[in-house]
T-cell receptor, first 114, second 114 residues
Framework: SAVISQKPSRDICQRGTSLTIQCQVDSQVTMMFWYRQQPGQSLTLIATANQGSEATYESGFVIDKFPISRPNLTFSTLTVSNMSPEDSSIYLC???????????FGPGTRLTVL | AQSVTQPDIHITVSEGASLELRCNYSYGATPYLFWYVQSPGQGLQLLLKYFSGDTLVQGIKGFEAEFKRSQSSFNLRKPSVHWSDAAEYFCAVGAIQAGTALIFGKGTTLSVSS
């Protein structure tokens, strides 16, 4: 199994600022995913991050708002840019390695935008 | 369209009673099915998964789920609920290919009464 850590665990930010969330996996993984969980809602996929290539974004999410980096096989960052209160959510990092492997999740970053 | 439906938003069960949480999916390929649990303020924990083989799968904490292809269902069961089982439960479906992210249902909140 993969152990995933995220930093920060929570943050309170001002409108118009940006926050970068870090995700570290304890083993090399091919794919990493970023999800958003809005209050009382389910998980929505933001993007899939391959090492060495541009992230693939889901409908409704754009790179200018949620730039992602994937510099190596164990690390990724998600930036939430020009934040508004609507961005207040839990952001979760996730990874999956093999064909029958489980998709593991980090503990999440709880973001509040004032 | 690929989707997961959890018809019950909120369920209350008495401690010691049996539990069944429903999950129906719509997926074009052979599905890979999961149940996750999320306790308040916590990350997602995998309860069980179905890849192939025996359609009744056992998970952690005494949970089991049965895959029924004809009904496109993957219902979660537990014979005797404990107060600590109160949490949010998510059903998810993915493709049996590395690199594809899971699609989540909206979740079912389980409350346990004494």
């Amino acid at each position: 199994s993969a152990v995933i850590s995220q930093k920060p665990s929570r943050d309170i930010c001002q409108r118009g600022t940006s926050l970068t969330i870090q995700c570290q996996v304890d083993s090399q993984v091919t794919m990493m995913f970023w999800y958003r969980q809005q209050p009382g809602q389910s998980l929505t996929l933001i993007a899939t991050a391959n090492q060495g290539s541009e992230a693939t974004y889901e409908s409704g999410f754009v790179i200018d708002k949620f730039p992602i980096s994937r510099p190596n096989l164990t690390f990724s960052t998600l930036t939430v840019s020009n934040m508004s209160p609507e961005d207040s959510s839990i952001y979760l990092c996730s990874s999956r390695t093999g064909v029958t492997d489980t998709q593991y999740f980090g503990p999440g970053t709880r973001l509040t935008v004032l | 369209a690929q989707s997961v439906t959890q018809p019950d938003i909120h369920i209350t069960v008495s401690e010691g009673a049996s539990l069944e949480l429903r999950c129906n999916y719509s997926y074009g390929a052979t599905p890979y099915l999961f149940w996750y649990v999320q306790s308040p303020g916590q990350g997602l924990q995998l309860l069980l998964k179905y890849f192939s083989g025996d359609t009744l799968v056992q998970g952690i904490k005494g949970f089991e789920a049965e895959f029924k292809r004809s009904q496109s269902s993957f219902n979660l069961r537990k014979p005797s609920v404990h107060w600590s089982d109160a949490a949010e439960y998510f059903c998810a479906v993915g493709a049996i290919q590395a690199g594809t992210a899971l699609i989540f249902g909206k979740g079912t909140t389980l409350s346990v009464s004494s």
